[in-house]
């Protein structure tokens, strides 16, 4: 069973035939809402709200593990994440979907690892490839039947938030090789390999990130709100068109 955890303008998958939702505990405590199984054009799915199903969740107080951890009990096979982005790669602009394949992790603070025990023996999970190649690879071939167009490839560097960048941090994430940035990309990618569970992401660029072009002088929130709701039209073709597969 696939999983989807949505994120910002995607707190529902309107294309989602519901047969169930679920109230899930774990040993980290509650994940951000109900587990929402479902059919999506006959595949089986499960389905988070990343940020809660009215969008409450501030992205530093998601429940990360407890996520992941309700995901895979629940007889997840494979996650895929939708989460929106500032663009900071010039052709990441704003609308454009972006599979990206390397992350950078700015974040502090959060619980970000399941070998977080003395009396457990510690893990080291390989992380050299962050995002499961096979299911990037299923999500560029959905993306290319469904007739979408997709940015195949690019950094990801997950920020703490809840606030945007500043100018010069967009400048040091792009010196530091980020093509693009969000808040909720870390620790949920590394929680999932530490779970062994195939993990990959649909980022759709929301907005130039800070001091780049429309944003130069600042971010406008009022466009970001229409821009993401055109794009995750497409994001449920995409995702359509993969459990058609
Ligand atoms: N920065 C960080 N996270 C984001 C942005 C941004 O500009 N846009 C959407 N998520």
Same mark, same amino acid.
């Given at each position: ?6 994120? /910002? ?13 679920? &109230? =899930? ?29 009215? %969008?409450?969740?501030?992205? %530093?107080? &998601? ?14 096979? /494979?996650?895929?994440?939708?989460? /929106? ?21 700015? *974040?502090?603070?959060?619980? %970000? *690892? ?9 893990? %080291?999970?390989?992380?050299?490839? #962050? ?30 938030? #809840? ?34 569970? #195939? ?16 944003? =130069? ?29």
């Amino acid at each position: 069973m696939l999983a989807i955890i949505g994120g /910002s303008g995607l707190t529902q998958l309107s294309t989602l035939e519901v047969l169930r939702r679920e &109230v =899930a505990r774990t040993p980290y405590g509650e994940p951000s809402g109900a587990l929402t199984f479902g059919k999506l054009a006959g595949g089986e799915v499960v389905f988070l709200a990343r940020h809660g199903y009215g %969008h409450t969740i501030p992205p %530093h107080r &998601v429940n990360y593990r407890a996520n992941l951890w309700a995901l895979k009990a629940a007889g997840a096979g /494979s996650v895929i994440s939708v989460a /929106s982005v500032g663009g900071i790669r010039p052709d990441c602009v704003p609308g454009a979907l972006v599979v990206p394949n390397q992350i950078l992790d700015y *974040t502090w603070g959060r619980a %970000h *690892t399941f070998s977080d025990d003395l009396d457990m023996l510690v893990r %080291h999970i390989d992380f050299t490839l #962050p995002y499961d190649e096979g299911m990037r690879r299923r999500i560029l071939d959905s993306a290319h039947e469904a007739g979408e167009e997709v940015i195949d490839g690019a950094v990801y560097a997950a920020t703490q938030g #809840p606030r945007l960048e500043t100018a010069a941090e967009i400048d040091r994430f792009e010196r530091d090789g980020a093509d693009v940035v969000g808040m909720t990309g870390m620790p949920e990618a590394a929680l999932a390999r530490e779970l062994e569970l #195939p993990y990959a992401a649909i980022n759709v660029v929301a907005n130039y990130a800070a001091g780049r072009e429309a944003s =130069a002088q600042s971010v406008h929130f009022e466009r970001v709100e229409q821009v993401l709701r055109e794009a995750m039209l497409r994001v449920r073709n995409v995702l359509t068109r993969l459990c058609r597969q």
